[in-house]
């Protein structure tokens, strides 16, 4: 088993709250997919270098069990996040679990 973190910037780049319904939709795609997600909501910052510029965000993340029998296509998901929340870069971070 897999499990996978998604890690969602909270604003755009104008410090604007991104909008909801791309993080809804991501919801609803991963439940019809996983049979359900986990959603983060603490308060978590985000720092990045790029350059001689930093950036800082705050993030939320989605979290899903994978049995690996779905054949979801995860990088379809990451190029289409990318592209809705107007990011260079989607953090999706997986890990081999064993569940008890």
Same mark, same amino acid.
């Given at each position: 088993?897999r499990?996978y973190?998604?890690?969602?910037? /909270?604003?755009?780049?104008a410090g604007?709250?991104?909008?909801?319904?791309?993080i @809804?939709?991501?919801k609803?795609e991963? /439940?019809?997919?996983f049979g359900?997600?986990?959603?983060?909501r603490?308060?978590?910052?985000?720092?990045?270098?790029?350059g001689?510029?930093?950036?800082?965000?705050?993030?939320?993340?989605?979290?899903?069990i994978d049995?690996?029998r779905?054949?979801?296509?995860?990088?379809?998901l990451?190029?289409?996040?990318?592209?809705?929340l107007?990011?260079e @870069?989607v953090l999706i971070?997986v890990? @081999?679990?064993?569940v008890?």
């Amino acid at each position: 088993m897999r499990e996978y973190e998604i890690y969602l910037p /909270t604003t755009d780049n104008a410090g604007q709250p991104v909008d909801e319904h791309i993080i @809804s939709e991501t919801k609803a795609e991963l /439940t019809k997919a996983f049979g359900g997600y986990t959603h983060l909501r603490q308060r978590s910052e985000g720092v990045w270098r790029v350059g001689r510029a930093t950036f800082r965000d705050e993030v939320t993340i989605l979290r899903v069990i994978d049995d690996e029998r779905t054949r979801f296509d995860w990088g379809k998901l990451k190029a289409k996040l990318e592209r809705a929340l107007s990011q260079e @870069s989607v953090l999706i971070v997986v890990r @081999s679990i064993d569940v008890l």
